[in-house]
């Protein structure tokens, strides 16, 4: 299985779809029907959790506890609920395109049987990551351990999935240069972003907060891609995927949930297309060779480079090479050869005087880099 680290290839066929923020009000396994097979490239899934609940949960103080006790969470047994993973799975898998993934939400009651069915209609895991919530919901009766925490499976659609997008890089880089963990610790939807009702109570009973699904589109997706979403609820999904520049496709069942996410999507303005460009590193990007920064004249035939403490200078060759006492050659060897190491990137070891100062020259590289951009 290989993985593109930064997003697919610009190349990667995209099917044109008449969708941008859609939200239809359904059974999620019908209306999937409305998508083209191979039309998906990432899928976020909160299913029902099927709790289970037993009568109303109190406090000490002997108050009732608002728990999620709707009909859409209810199932008549193990076996209906198995079924019904079975079915929205299998719908979602159709209009997945062979290098989509899926992300699946829930909590001890249900993920265990959701996985166990992920797995036997040959999804591929890729890991799973536990969200662990800031600020949970005690354990009021006091015995077991608080449920701080859900687990999230990530999935690619096939065992033999090809350049599925992890955006590594990106996510490395936004984490001080470590890499991105597996367990994220966020807090629950609270305070203005959580939607209320006309009588002032939150309007979904497990609204999903924005910066866990930014995290999971920003991870896996790029700008332009479609993001499913079967059980949309109140829009989260759908809201952030359009401040992040994808489009959305997103199912609910409950007519009032889907009205309030619609409303809720279509108020969100989409961030800077310049923020959302795809994160590329120099191993992605295009090569250029130092003599193309002499045949653009950025550099002068005969030229001085020096470190950036001017300890060391070099000449530059009208071919492109540079010249340190009698020895020539890259810019990289004499960058080495001047220190006397073995090795040295002439990129960030050498400068050139500009009318801005002492300039590096990879920054005159990035400068043909952007000009051979095809965008």
């Given at each position: 299985?290989?993985?593109?680290?930064?997003?697919?290839?610009?190349?990667?066929?995209?099917?044109?779809?008449?969708?941008?923020?859609?939200?239809?009000?359904?059974?999620?396994?019908?209306?999937?029907?409305?998508?083209?097979?191979?039309?998906?490239?990432?899928?976020?899934?909160?299913?029902?959790?099927?709790?289970?609940?037993?009568?109303?949960?109190?406090?000490?103080?002997?108050?009732?506890?608002?728990?999620?006790?709707?009909?859409?969470?209810?199932?008549?047994?193990?076996?209906?609920?198995?079924?019904?993973?079975?079915?929205?799975?299998?719908?979602?898998?159709?209009?997945?395109?062979?290098?989509?993934?899926?992300?699946?939400?829930?909590?001890?009651?249900?993920?265990?049987?959701?996985?166990?069915?992920?797995?036997?209609?040959?999804?591929?895991?890729?890991?799973?990551?536990?969200?662990?919530?800031?600020?949970?919901?005690?354990?009021?009766?006091?015995?077991?351990?608080?449920?701080?925490?859900?687990?999230?499976?990530?999935?690619?659609?096939?065992?033999?999935?090809?350049?599925?997008?992890?955006?590594?890089?990106?996510?490395?880089?936004?984490?001080?240069?470590?890499?991105?963990?597996?367990?994220?610790?966020?807090?629950?939807?609270?305070?203005?972003?959580?939607?209320?009702?006309?009588?002032?109570?939150?309007?979904?009973?497990?609204?999903?907060?924005?910066?866990?699904?930014?995290?999971?589109?920003?991870?896996?997706?790029?700008?332009?891609?479609?993001?499913?979403?079967?059980?949309?609820?109140?829009?989260?999904?759908?809201?952030?995927?359009?401040?992040?520049?994808?489009?959305?496709?997103?199912?609910?069942?409950?007519?009032?949930?889907?009205?309030?996410?619609?409303?809720?999507?279509?108020?969100?303005?989409?961030?800077?297309?310049?923020?959302?460009?795809?994160?590329?590193?120099?191993?992605?990007?295009?090569?250029?060779?130092?003599?193309a920064l002499v045949e653009r004249g950025l550099v002068d035939a005969g030229a001085i480079l020096v470190d950036a403490r001017r300890r060391h200078k070099a000449m530059v060759r009208p071919d492109g090479a540079v010249t340190l006492g009698g020895a020539v050659g890259s810019i990289h060897?004499?960058?080495?050869?001047?220190?006397?190491?073995?090795?040295?990137?002439?990129?960030?070891?050498?400068?050139?005087?500009?009318?801005?100062?002492?300039?590096?020259?990879?920054?005159?590289?990035?400068?043909?880099?952007?000009?051979?951009?095809?965008?």
């Amino acid at each position: 299985m290989s993985v593109s680290r930064r997003g697919a290839s610009k190349r990667a066929p995209r099917v044109s779809l008449k969708v941008a923020e859609s939200i239809v009000t359904g059974d999620c396994v019908a209306e999937m029907t409305r998508l083209a097979a191979g039309s998906v490239d990432l899928v976020f899934a909160d299913p029902p959790y099927n709790l289970q609940l037993q009568g109303d949960l109190k406090r000490p103080d002997d108050s009732r506890v608002d728990a999620v006790d709707d009909a859409w969470d209810k199932f008549a047994s193990f076996q209906a609920y198995d079924d019904f993973t079975r079915a929205w799975l299998l719908a979602c898998r159709r209009v997945m395109k062979p290098a989509a993934t899926l992300w699946v939400i829930g909590s001890y009651h249900n993920i265990f049987r959701v996985g166990s069915i992920v797995q036997d209609l040959g999804f591929w895991i890729l890991n799973d990551v536990v969200w662990r919530k800031l600020n949970p919901m005690p354990n009021f009766r006091g015995r077991r351990f608080t449920n701080a925490h859900e687990t999230m499976i990530w999935a690619a659609r096939d065992p033999g999935a090809r350049g599925y997008t992890f955006n590594y890089e990106a996510l490395k880089a936004g984490n001080e240069d470590v890499q991105a963990r597996s367990d994220w610790t966020l807090p629950l939807c609270t305070g203005d972003e959580r939607l209320k009702g006309g009588d002032g109570k939150k309007l979904h009973p497990t609204q999903k907060p924005e910066g866990l699904l930014a995290r999971v589109i920003l991870s896996s997706s790029r700008p332009g891609d479609l993001v499913l979403d079967p059980f949309c609820g109140t829009g989260t999904t759908g809201a952030v995927a359009k401040r992040l520049g994808r489009r959305f496709f997103g199912v609910e069942r409950e007519a009032a949930y889907a009205k309030a996410a619609a409303r809720r999507i279509a108020a969100v303005e989409p961030l800077p297309e310049a923020s959302l460009a795809p994160f590329v590193t120099a191993r992605d990007a295009p090569r250029v060779p130092f003599s193309a920064l002499v045949e653009r004249g950025l550099v002068d035939a005969g030229a001085i480079l020096v470190d950036a403490r001017r300890r060391h200078k070099a000449m530059v060759r009208p071919d492109g090479a540079v010249t340190l006492g009698g020895a020539v050659g890259s810019i990289h060897r004499i960058g080495a050869l001047a220190q006397g190491l073995e090795a040295c990137n002439g990129w960030t070891f050498w400068h050139v005087e500009t009318a801005k100062g002492l300039t590096p020259i990879d920054t005159l590289r990035a400068r043909v880099r952007a000009e051979m951009d095809p965008r």
